[in-house]
């Protein structure tokens, strides 16, 4: 058994490089986390910890959209919900294309099946009784079975009472608020902001029926010098992260899904479903992820629920199925509002076609 | 609790280190470690730290048993005793979904209408390891190779400290025993020194390496493995033989750092396995305990290589194939044991025959490659699965269209990949490393663990948890 003593000797004396390399080691490596983290709970560029001393990167949509909706009086008849990817859909056209008097765009950034359950809970208690139509769009990353709460949910005043048995048991993950790459690039972004004025802390705006604006994308567009294949490229980097590790549909999100159907069913209003489309490049980019099976299993799970009568799905395989076009993006995930009307005109053509 | 994460470089760690290099006398020390491991350990599901200890008291029990025992007969039927006890518990937590499944499977084929039903058994994270740790101990007793240690406190920090308990390396007791009896009082400054080395480096193989490759090539390709073709299956074989070898040895190697911080050494458990010139060379430096210990425990028992060249290949291939089921209960496993005993056996008589490349670089290419195509084997969830990627790597499905080939290849996790690559077969591996003590060596290894933290947010288990 003499090749199991191959173990390295100490030494007995002490050499004093050895503690300096020790002191070095551990006071840099020690000093950087300390520093990232100090910067994280002053500077609190997630609003994760109440005592930003500048403006949050993060978007507060949720927070904001759910101010917005109170203020609404009367309250619509149409509710929007999904990611950012159907924020375009202006509420007044799509109240118009629907035909129904009023609607508001409820979408918030990153949406979880947790986000549409709780909006539903909050709209059925301060506003349930006016929806009649629900306009859902449901990304594949709904129901990611590898990505935790959005933590603007978590931490939301306007939906505290609405998120009881949709969120996991809180499980401390200071670690990762304090010194994980997401804090970090937080922090940079915001102290670019602070120190240079460089880059808006957000890149959209919404008005008051929740309808998003992108100023610098769109007076790109309107001065034509917009240019979509960096923001594709971008988006492509961002979206192989999501579904590195998105490995099925969770049942967890699944059943939450469920609810916000059941309710809307309880509520008297038509659900009409459609996954949002992503641009021809960026899907032919992600052959080689899970994007193609997570996508196909959604649609499969739409046409089931489809079949049990809790929402209308609409099945696009391409943009050009309602008459998109490549070029009616802002990057590789986002339909300019031309498309999204293009999008938002077929769903309902069809729907009034069925009825 | 896994070693990449904050709550054990933050909170865990630091109190222990804090608690061992502070608290007055050996045996505060060995039960605060005792304890502070059944907390690790029992971080992942309390229930089954009982399982642990009690196995680890029914070996220190046998040792002491065994070494009273006044004749041969009566030590055999202690050990025999221990060894039903300990592969019992390792049979039934393991293998009885196995058995079952396989019983139903051989049922069906032969046209018998069998359901057997599957039990709830949840499978002990590290039991394969602490297992294997204890039943060394008692067969040393038994051979007289090793006196049964008094302190049952002792005993049990060697089975239970964290360091080695969920993913190896395999450790005996007549490893750590002198350094049990002897702890030091004080960390010493070189203590720290290659501790950092071990436990960064370790890091970093498993969360800059092992997981890019996972997330990038080997996840995504192996969900896939009905669209696979030629150049796919090939990343997804080679990505796997990377990422196996640095999340494995990376774990080692952190294994290595703690047990140093602790005072503490253990022996090596890789030796750039990559670099070997055949099977045989392979397994003296892949995984070394795991091999030194079913060499030592089962092979030579079995008759080793003494006898006839039957009776070796006999004695290989159930060395291998229970070895291959060590790892798992299931076919894939079973078939890798068989095909790595195969390959040994070959080698025996092939060298015996003289029939051996004159080629260093030929020797390397020839066991590198018959190395990846078993870690198919060893990777997919199905024989069948396997089947597949073996077939597309053969080529038998065809080459990618230009534009998937781009996507495969061109993307930036492709550096990692190569430098995988490079790492493996030209870079010195961490125990040949220079441990340099300068100031600018404790800041680049600074700089690597301040990377490897912030990226700890994205958790991801070592692949050996799951034996």
Redo the contacts between chains.
Sequence with gaps: ?A??????R???R??P??????Q??????LG??FL?AAASVVLDPLATFGTGAVTPVVWLDRDQKAQAYARLWPKPELLILGSSRVMKARPARVAQIAGVGSAFNFAVNSARAEDHAAILRMVADIGGGRVTHLLIGVDPECFHDNSPPDPRLEKSRHFRPYVDGLLPATK?????QL??????ESVEKSLRHVVFGQGAPRSGVFDDLGFLSYPEWEEQQRRGVFVLAPNVQKSLHEY?IR???F?SLDPKRLAAFREMLERARVLGAVVSAFIPPLHPDMV??M????LA?RTAETRALLASLERERLLEFHDFESIAAFGGRPDEFFDGAHLTEASTTKLVTKIYQRSHAVQ | MLFNSYVFLFSFLPVVLLGWWTLPGKNARLLFLTATSCLFYGWWDFRFVPLMLISSFADYFAGARVHAARTQRAKKTWLVLLLAFNLGILGYFKYTNFFLDSLEGLGRQLGADVHLSALEVILPIGISFYTFNSISYTIDVYRGHLRPVKSALQFSAFVTMFPHLVAGPIVRYSDMNDQFSSLPPRPAADHWVLGTWFLVLGLAKKMLLADVIANNFVTPLFENVDGLQFVGSWLAALGYTLQIYFDFSGYSDMAVGLAFYLGLRFPKNFDSPYKAHNVSEFWRRWHMSLSFWLRDYLFIPLGGSRSSKLLTARNLAVTMLLGGLWHGAAWTFAVWGIYHGALLALHTSAKAMGWVPRSAALSVTITFLAVVVGWVFFRAATLSEAASVLQAMGGLRGLEAPSALSALLLQKAMLVFVFGFVAVFLAPNTWEIRKRRSWSAAAVLAGVMFVCVLRLGEESPFLYFQF
């Design positions: 058994m090749d199991q003593q191959d173990v390295p100490v030494q007995a002490i050499d490089r050895d503690r300096r390399f020790a070095a080691f551990f006071g840099i490596f950087s986390c990232v401390l993950n200071l670690g990762e010194l994980s790459l997401q804090a970090l192989r579904y590195a590790n490995r032919a980019a052959q080689d992820t899970t099976v």
